[in-house]
Structure formats: C-alpha cells, structure tokens
C-alpha cells in the first residue's frame, strides 16, 4: 500500500512579536485575562510593509531543504490560506514562482485554520493516485489586516505566520500518513466570519455587509470545536486500527490553550503528549499546524517511528484530523 510520507518541514512568523502588555496600551485588557483565558502570551504580526509571502518563502524553503527535494522535483504545491498576497494570482502560485517549482500544479485552499490538514489531505489522496509524485503542502495566514484592533474579544487572539511539509510515497510502508479526514458544516459559519470582503459586497451599496473586519462568537465556537475535534480524532485512529493510547504526541491547532486541554482530556491524552506553542504565536489560523509541527521535530519531540496526531478547527466550518507514523 503507498502511504504519503512527510519527508521535511518548515515554518516561519514575521519578526515583530507583540506582547499582552503591548495590547493593554492599545485596548481595554490585561496580561492576566489573556493569559488564563488562552494561554497566549505574545503573537507576531507583520509590518505593513510585509506580507504573506514573505513568511511562507522561507518556510517552503526550509521544507525543501530539510526533505532535500529540489523545487524542480515538486508536482504539486497546495497551499492552506485565505490571506494570500493578493486575490490573484493564487498563493499557491506565487509560491510556485518564488521557488522556481517549474514542474507544480499550484492551488490554494481556503477552510481557514484548517487548511493545512485539508492540504495533507489532499496530498495524500494525490500521491495515492500518483506514488511519483512529490507534494509541497503550505499553511499560513496573515491575518492582521482582518483584526479589529477596537474588538478585545479576538484583537488578542490572532498571530500571522506558517509552515510547510514536504510529502512523497514512503518506501517503508509503516511510515507515513495513516488516515488522514476532512469535514464542514457551512450551516454553522455565522459563528465565524470576515463577511465583507467578497462578491457581495461587489456591487450596489449594502452596508450591512460593510464588514472586513474578523467577527466571532467565541463560546459557541469553542464547544463546537472541542467535540468536532474529539469525534474525528476517533475516527482517524479507528479507519488506522489504533487507540489514543498509541498516540506518542499530538500536534493539536494551536487556538487556545483551554480549547487543548478540554480536548485531550476528553480524548483521555495527559497533556505531556501534547505539543503547545499558542503561548507564543496565538492563534495563526492555516499556520498553527506547521508551526507546531515544525518546532516539535525540530525540538526532538517527534522522532522517527511515532505515531503522531493533528486535529484542527475552523472557520466554514471547517474540521478534520490528520494521523501520521513518522
Ligand atoms: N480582555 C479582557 N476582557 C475581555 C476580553 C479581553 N481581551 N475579551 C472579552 N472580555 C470580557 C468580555 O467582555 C466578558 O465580559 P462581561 O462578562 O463583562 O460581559 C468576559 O470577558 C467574558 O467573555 P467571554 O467571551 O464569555 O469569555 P470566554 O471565557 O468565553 O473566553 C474566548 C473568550 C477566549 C474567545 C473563548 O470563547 C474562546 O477561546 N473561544 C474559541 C474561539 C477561538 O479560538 N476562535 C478562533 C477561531 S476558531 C478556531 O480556531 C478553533
């Protein structure tokens, strides 16, 4: 059977790191709040003058280098975002150019926090089809031009930054991405938006669609996300013949911190086996899965042969869980 290994990863955030203390200077919010109530201590957001390529570059590049895949070698880039540089072309394109992937079918995905697991998804149903193929999968979102800096209830969630993974057919067939599934539930999306930046709003006046800005209805989103996650991560271990005591870590979407916890404990994970960057990035949408994934390989917290769990949720909504033998 070919199963798609993950042969390298990347990840990359803009240089500006702003602080809790740096938002209570610019809102009506504390340290304190922010910190128990998420866990985020300081997130990055890009300089006006950057933009969501300049991050996600580098990070495709370190990805290359690390699976030491030439970018003449890649077939397919997939990239999960929905904060590109521009509406067109795609990121996925701009990617491709940027790297000289001559060879690629390029792509965007937009499922929001979910696009890099949608991404590997997609991935791994391609490199099933076709083993020659090599596949860059990019996740990363620069959402700070969406954030209302006036609305405290998401101002001090988001971060911009991202990752990337490079995917091939694995010659051992151990190794690899075990199951890997995706859902949504449009009927649920009003419970997080950026409404006013489409086609709606293209023509005529309606103001009531005025809105560019990130709208959330946190508490909903939160218990909604917590069993999606749950009941998929069983799915993903059940289609592979594993339990959640075979999992050695979980890469979780890094949103919130009590969002991680509430779902490791009702999966009966102890939170040693969990992965948490959210203290530093926030809340990076498309990005928090490479991010994480990135840094815990990096930091010797995945090695070969483990079995390794990706949940995500969000905005669509969107969901989906990826599990991987390393
Ligand atoms: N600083 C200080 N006070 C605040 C802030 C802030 N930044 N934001 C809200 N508050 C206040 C509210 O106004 C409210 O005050 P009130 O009681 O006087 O009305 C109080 O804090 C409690 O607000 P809640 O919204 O009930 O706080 P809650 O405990 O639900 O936490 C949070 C809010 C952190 C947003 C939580 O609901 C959450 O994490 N939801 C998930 C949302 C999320 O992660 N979305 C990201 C996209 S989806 C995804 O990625 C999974």
Redesign the pocket.
């Known amino acids: 059977m070919v199963r798609a290994a993950i042969l390298g990863t990347g990840s990359v955030a803009p240089s500006r790191a702003v602080t809790n203390r740096d938002l209570e200077d610019r809102m ?3 340290d304190a ?2 910190t128990q ?2 866990g985020i201590r300081e997130r990055r957001i890009g300089l006006p003058t950057e933009k969501w390529s300049d991050f996600m570059l580098p990070a495709c590049r370190i990805a290359l280098e690390t699976a030491g895949v030439g970018p003449e070698e890649i077939g397919l880039i997939v990239a999960g975002t929905m904060t590109a540089d521009m509406r067109m072309p795609s990121g996925g394109c701009v990617l491709q150019e940027g790297l000289g992937a001559v060879n690629a079918a390029a792509f965007d995905v937009s499922s929001a ?1 979910s696009g890099f697991v949608y991404g590997l998804t997609i991935a791994d149903r391609f490199i099933r089809a076709e083993p020659d193929l090599k596949v860059l999968v990019a996740g990363g979102d620069m959402l700070s031009p969406w954030i209302d800096w006036g609305d ?2 998401t101002a ?2 988001f971060g911009d930054g991202g990752g990337a993974a490079v995917l091939a057919a694995s010659d051992d067939p151990d190794r690899g991405i075990l199951s890997s599934r995706i859902r949504s539930d449009g009927t649920l999306g009003r419970l ?1 938006t950026i409404a006013g930046d489409g086609s709606q709003l293209a023509f005529g006046d309606k103001p009531e669609m005025g809105n560019r800005k990130i709208r ?1 209805i ?2 909903e ?2 218990k909604v ?1 917590v069993r999606s996650m749950e009941t998929v991560c069983g799915e993903v271990l059940a289609e592979a013949g594993l339990t959640d005591e075979d999992v050695d870590i979980v890469v979780p ?1 890094q ?2 911190l ?2 991680i916890q509430a779902l490791a404990d009702r999966f009966g994970v102890s939170m040693d086996r969990v992965f948490v960057n959210v203290d530093r990035y926030g ?1 990076t949408s498309a990005g928090t899965i490479p991010l994480a994934l990135d840094e815990a390989v990096r930091a010797g917290r995945v090695r070969r042969g483990d079995v390794v769990l990706m949940p995500v ?3 669509g909504l969107t969901w989906g869980a990826t599990l991987v033998r390393w």
């Open positions: 009506d919010t504390s709040w922010i109530r998420t926090c405290r209830s001090v969630l997080l959330m946190g508490a989103l939160f996300a979407h949103a919130n009590r969002m809340n949720f969000g905005g």
